[in-house]
């Protein structure tokens, strides 16, 4: 896109490339609003790329009584789900159930039993998880994934990988989600109704002048510009202080709770296609997931994270915390030897000065300020499954101040590539297999579950695999990455093989560099360069 003229006036001004800022953005530029944003790095590159990879309810907030939240979010996750089956699908979730299960000392539901029940001494009975299910099967009105089922494992595929000691398990729903892509797509789809998206630029300072936000921008290696908008969104994440702080300079008495979630990933653990909720005798509850057809996500953790400035890492005790956990169910014990990849995110939860990161509130808050003459509306909090809701109500608080802007219209419109049923990726495979024979299975399914029907516009007239370009291994070709960097906002070898995709799991090193170098020289980086 062409450098805006400094005298335009845009309504919104978005600070922040996460999944809210980018959920936002399309909300508002849908609605008739001119819309700009800026993220300091890249796409997703914090908290929106670093979650567990789940649309879901959150059973365990059940037991902090925050039903709204639940019902809000597995009511979205159908929603989410139907306009977004490439990169959104269901998993089944195995429960398995010991008498040791205790709660968190600090929840309500624990608080309850201990005076009801102080004969428990903190354990979850199974006729109260049993119920904590059928309140998550039916808050949301199911209409495609299914419900919650008994299961005995002795002798099953689920029961297999684990402990004799477990005999029962509860298996219910929820869906997996590529955390980055859905980022990605909502950035796309706003740009493409108008908005302008910027990466690698950083917000050096916002000021009221005259009624407006005068927005200096800082593009990396290019001069530094000025926008001005009629309102400022304040989507940081985990900077949403520094910038009340430190960029727009105003007083104000919310604040986040930062949050460390770390992660690893093993080989694959076991041959299905399930996941596990393993809980733990401390209360705490960790999941092991099927990814990336060969490997195993195990997480996550709650600690305190104090610096935002301060990259989160999985640290060495955490890592010994999520294998031991595990192997207190697996038969096969797993060790940090076996950990091929971490990652770690800071969640910028809603300070509502509770006495543990676990018992932190995982509802948002969203506060507009007109202290310094124009608005500003802050967003604190969210979780992935119901930022497409936090969007709409966050427009709430934008309406008044565009009394013409359209209505919501997000729920049902697919992302883009989406545009197909639920459960039709194995035709759409089957026909980009059609199309381009040379593809293998693995490649073509890779393809349709990061792209869609987009898949089809990456390969183009490919006849051959050649056709494709420069290979860069695990499939990854020049003409996918061209389409990552002109279509998708990537810029570095980084964004591609970590956020566009896993395929850092399947590089080598001297791979991901080849890539970086190619990336430096392309003609294709100027010209992205010069749109900014």
């Not at 990849?341 to 018992?359: H, I, Q």
């Not at 509802?363 to 124009?374: F, I, N, P, Q, T």
Request: proline content about 5%; hydrophobic content about 40%; glycine content about 8%.
């Amino acid at each position: 896109m062409n450098q805006r003229n400094l005298h335009d006036i845009v309504d919104l001004f978005v600070i922040g490339g996460g999944i809210n800022g980018c959920g936002i953005a399309r909300d508002a530029v849908g609605r008739g609003l001119s819309v700009e944003l800026a993220e300091m790095n890249d796409l997703a590159s914090a908290t929106s790329s670093a979650s567990t990879k789940l649309f879901h309810g959150g059973l365990r907030y059940l037991e902090y009584f925050e039903i709204r939240l639940v019902r809000e979010a597995l009511i979205e996750r159908e929603t989410l789900l139907k306009a977004m089956p490439h990169i959104s699908w269901p998993m089944r979730f195995v429960l398995p159930y010991h008498k040791d299960m205790r709660f968190d000392t600090d929840t309500p539901t624990s608080k309850l039993l201990s005076i009801v029940m102080p004969w428990m001494k903190g354990r979850r009975p199974a006729w109260l998880i049993r119920f904590g299910l059928f309140l998550y099967d039916n808050l949301g009105g199911r209409q495609i994934l299914k419900g919650t089922t008994s299961l005995s494992l002795a002798g099953t595929p689920e029961g297999a990988p684990l402990q004799d000691r477990f005999e029962k398990a509860y298996e219910y729903s929820d869906c997996w989600i590529e955390d980055s892509r859905l980022v990605v797509l909502n950035a796309r789809d706003a740009q493409a109704r108008g908005a302008k998206i910027n990466v690698r630029t950083k917000v050096v300072s916002a000021e009221q002048v005259d009624g407006l936000w005068e927005i200096t921008l800082e593009p990396k290696g290019l001069p530094r510009r000025v926008v001005r908008a009629r309102m400022l969104v304040n989507a940081g994440g985990p900077w949403v202080e520094d910038i009340i702080r430190n960029t727009v300079r105003i007083n104000a008495t919310e604040g986040v709770r930062l949050v460390r979630g770390s992660h690893i990933v093993t080989p694959k653990l076991y041959d299905h296609d399930k996941c596990y909720f393993f809980q733990g005798e401390d209360g705490r509850i960790i999941f092991t997931i099927p990814y990336e057809t060969d490997f195993t996500l195990i997480g996550t953790t709650d600690a305190e994270h104090t610096d935002v400035s301060q990259k989160p890492v999985c640290t060495p005790e955490e890592q010994a915390y999520l294998v031991e956990f595990a192997s207190k169910y697996l038969k096969t014990p797993v060790t940090t030897d076996d950990i091929v990849w971490t990652y770690s995110g800071v969640r910028p939860l809603y300070d509502d000065g509770a006495t543990s990161a676990t018992a932190a509130t995982r509802d948002y808050v969203l506060k507009v300020d007109e202290s310094a003459g124009a608005p500003i509306l802050n967003i604190f909090g969210g979780k992935i499954t119901t930022y497409r809701r936090l969007a709409e109500n966050a427009f709430k608080k934008i309406a008044p101040f565009f009394p013409n802007a359209g209505g919501p219209w997000t729920a049902g419109v697919p992302m883009p590539g989406g545009d197909f049923p639920v459960d039709g990726v194995a035709d759409l495979q089957a026909s980009l297999t059609a199309q381009y024979p040379f593809l293998t299975e693995r490649w073509a399914a890779r393809l349709v579950k990061a792209y869609g029907l987009d898949a089809f516009e990456v390969l183009g007239d490919a006849k051959t695999e050649s056709d494709l370009g420069q290979p860069f291994g695990a499939t990854l070709t020049e003409r996918e990455v061209i389409w990552l960097v002109q279509k998708e906002f990537a810029r570095s070898a980084e964004d591609i093989v970590w956020r566009r995709s896993k395929l850092g799991l399947r590089l080598s090193k001297d791979e991901i560099e080849m890539l970086d170098a190619w990336l430096a020289k392309a003609p294709v980086m100027s010209s992205q360069q010069d749109a900014v």
